[in-house]
């Protein structure tokens, strides 16, 4: 059964529309009917190649354990959630979060190479969730520019489409049992034991490298050249390039996977250590020193039998020989744990734990490197595990406060936002005069709405340290939510005192300037804010949106194009860019950029209703009407749709269809004075039409 458009599947996804097509299934845009804000989600068909019981048993197996395994990724902020996965018609469907934004394609140009700053930042990016993936022992298999978006809501990093579930379509092909013949991936960013099917996590490491590559020359991976005996890719004399730099890019790209690093984790380390030198960064022991080189002729002993040897022959008896044991265990777990603390500043998570872990195997009670431990795992995003160790430090050292608000981190990280304002406020029972735990409890307090609860933390956490510049902050937007928006700019104008470069502080105190009308000042603090950064497309809108206000139309024009070259699928963007050219007479452009606003968020009812009203002035009233019931669509009681659907249908002389939409009109609005009159004008316009046919049909065929 192929899913078309309207087409409800699993009893309750509404098929919208289709995002794309291939040989493993296709991708629909749907609405959720279940719930009552019709949620927008991404719908796959999965399709198997062969439809009898031995393929389908074996696709249906397939098919549950990849969706498990997506569920259980989609807890990663940075990744799609899973919501359902269902079979119908012996054909698998996946139901997941649509992501908003643009794919990496949009900003990886060809002839148009970033640079090396910009690629660093980038791999890291993706790295870092690439290493969560690479935790669950999971190969994603299909890393391209397509397949990581930069979220509109918060420009981060969300990684799409995972290869694992197209075997679902591929790996059981008619008459056969197992087979990998269709490889999986794209062509490019696939190393060659991936396209022979045998991925490993150290593929992933080849397809990240790639994408490092192909931002740093501006060229396709096609494009490259490649060694004839080595096959390894020739790029470095394509692009501007530290050698510390390429090196790493070139291990990454290795033709033998064993080459390569081989995880997430040992690639992100890599990039990390760019650019540090030895003499910057705490010297570390190697993990297992070599032995001393000793003659043949003279065997060895360990050290530590050789200090119990001379304890005994000091006569000190086997009590000072435990004693001896103990203090060399217990300088071994310091060393230990110095190490996992230089590592854990180093950023090298994983080389930390293992420290961490090593220390407390030597010494269970080592309460700080239990406390190190859970740091590490929390940093790793491993939060329930992070748990577990800041509690196992608190039960050692129940009055421990570095566990307590380490502690209400995971918990908020887990949502369990309840639990961590009990975790911080037992952290300020052990130390009130910490700014960091006050600030931790005021941020879950403005998660649970408490906004007033906020503003009191936050306002604890000022008495300790007034120049606090994060705290005024967001102590700003808890008064914004509260809607006192006089004092929020207060709150913002001390963040600013402190750190006049702030550019979410100057941006958000014009927000609040736009809910006070002050829309000239709310100009001149978004200007503030894009002068200290620049690419900040949400300031740029709200500009361009104080300026239509101020009828400044070719003003605001400017402002909106600058937000759409930063975020070219901002929907708010085009469609404030429609209504300045709406204002201008420009319209023709005007429906052009309504049109864009509608593709980015179809769901916009002023953006159809302001279509219709420009097509209407164009005289296209056909047109403009069929906007008009998009626009209804969206929002039944929106009363001036129905008035302004009235007045096309009435110059198109349909006047009992425009006294029905009056009638809407004056259903959700039954004061609505201009659509009573034209519902009267037009009743008189159907009598008299009415009237004339009643005297035609009366008069006698001769006279006809």
């Avoid at 397939?62 to 990724?73: C, G, N, V």
């Avoid at 359902?84 to 139901?95: G, H, I, M, P």
């Avoid at 396209?195 to 150290?202: I, Q």
């Avoid at 361009?544 to 206000?549: D, I, K, M, R, T």
Wanted: a neutral charge.
């Amino acid at each position: 059964m192929n899913s078309g458009l309207g087409q409800i599947i699993g009893g309750r996804y509404k098929i919208i529309r289709q995002l794309g097509q291939g040989g493993f299934g296709t991708t629909f845009v749907a609405q959720d009917q279940h719930l009552p804000d019709d949620r927008y989600c991404v719908v796959k068909q999965l399709k198997p190649q062969a439809s009898d019981p031995f393929t389908l048993q074996t696709a249906r197996r397939l098919f549950e354990t990849e969706a498990k395994m997506l569920h259980q990724l989609g807890t990663h902020e940075q990744i799609p959630q899973l919501f359902a996965y269902f079979e119908e018609n012996q054909e698998f469907y996946l139901v997941q979060e649509i992501i908003e934004g643009d794919d990496l394609s949009q900003e990886l140009i060809p002839g148009k190479p970033l640079s090396e700053g910009q690629v660093i930042s980038l791999l890291r990016d993706i790295l870092e969730i690439l290493d969560y993936v690479h935790q669950h022992k999971v190969i994603h298999r299909d890393i391209n520019p397509r397949n990581i978006i930069r979220r509109k809501q918060d420009s981060k990093l969300v990684l799409i489409d995972f290869g694992a579930v197209k075997q679902v379509s591929t790996q059981i092909l008619p008459g056969k049992h197992t087979s990998f013949t269709v490889a999986i991936g794209t062509p490019g960013y696939r190393p060659s034991e991936q396209a022979n099917g045998n991925p490993r996590l150290s593929s992933d490491i080849y397809a990240v490298g790639m994408v490092g590559i192909t931002a740093l020359t501006g060229l396709l991976p096609q494009e490259l050249p490649t060694d004839p005996d080595t096959s390894e890719i020739n790029w470095q004399d394509r692009a501007k390039v530290s050698p510390e730099f390429a090196k790493m890019l070139d291990k990454m790209v290795r033709y033998d996977f064993r080459e390569r690093y081989p995880s997430a984790d040992s690639a992100l380390q890599a990039l990390n250590d760019l650019g540090k030198t030895p003499n910057a960064t705490v010297p570390l022991p190697p993990a297992s020193p070599p032995p001393p080189p000793v003659a043949r002729s003279q065997p060895t002993k360990p050290i530590l039998y050789k200090v119990l040897i001379a304890v005994g022959g000091l006569g000190l008896g086997s009590a000072v020989a435990v004693s001896v044991v103990n203090w060399i265990n217990s300088n071994n777990a310091t060393d230990l744990y110095q190490r996992g603390q230089t590592l854990l500043e180093l950023k090298r998570y994983g080389d930390a734990l293992n420290a961490y872990n090593r220390a407390i195997k030597i010494r269970p009670e080592y309460v700080e490197a239990w406390q190190g431990q859970a740091d590490s795992l929390l940093a790793l995003k491993r939060y329930e595990d992070a748990l577990d160790a800041f509690d196992k430090a608190i039960q050692i050292q129940p009055n421990y406060r570095a566990a307590w608000q380490g502690r209400g981190d995971a918990l908020e990280r887990l949502g369990r936002y309840e639990e961590a304002i009990n975790a911080f406020d037992s952290a300020i029972k052990i130390s009130a005069d910490d700014v960091e735990v006050w600030e931790s409890r005021a941020n879950v307090q403005i998660k649970l709405q408490r906004y007033s609860a906020a503003i009191a933390s936050f306002d604890k956490a000022l008495e300790i340290q007034p120049d606090y510049a994060p705290a005024w902050y967001r102590r700003g937007l808890a008064l914004h939510n509260l809607r006192q928006y006089d004092d929020a700019i207060k709150s913002y104008d001390n963040a600013l005192k402190y750190k006049p470069d702030s550019a979410e502080s100057w941006y958000q105190r014009g927000n609040a300037l736009m809910n006070l009308q002050k829309y000239r000042e709310a100009v001149e603090s978004y200007d503030q804010a894009v002068q200290f950064q620049p690419n900040f497309y949400q300031a740029w809108y709200s500009r361009g949106s104080a300026l239509n206000n101020l009828r400044q139309y070719e003003e605001a024009l400017d402002s909106f194009k600058e937000a759409i070259k930063f975020q070219p699928s901002a929907a708010e963007a085009w469609y404030g860019s429609g209504w300045a050219l709406h204002q201008l007479q420009r319209y023709e452009e005007a429906v052009n950029a309504y049109d864009k606003a509608i593709k980015f968020n179809p769901k916009s009812d002023s953006a159809w209703y302001n279509r219709g009203n420009v097509l209407y002035n164009l005289k296209r009233y056909q047109e403009a009407i069929a906007s008009y019931n998009q626009a209804v669509a969206n929002k039944p009681d929106h009363y001036q749709v129905w008035y302004s659907r009235g007045n096309a249908l009435f110059n198109l002389k349909l006047y009992a269809e425009a006294i029905a939409s009056y009638e809407k009109a004056l259903r959700y609005k039954p004061n609505h004075e201009e659509a009573s009159s034209a519902k009267q004008r037009s009743q008189r316009e159907l009598d008299l039409l009415n009237n004339q046919q009643k005297q035609v049909e009366q008069q006698p065929p001769q006279e006809r």
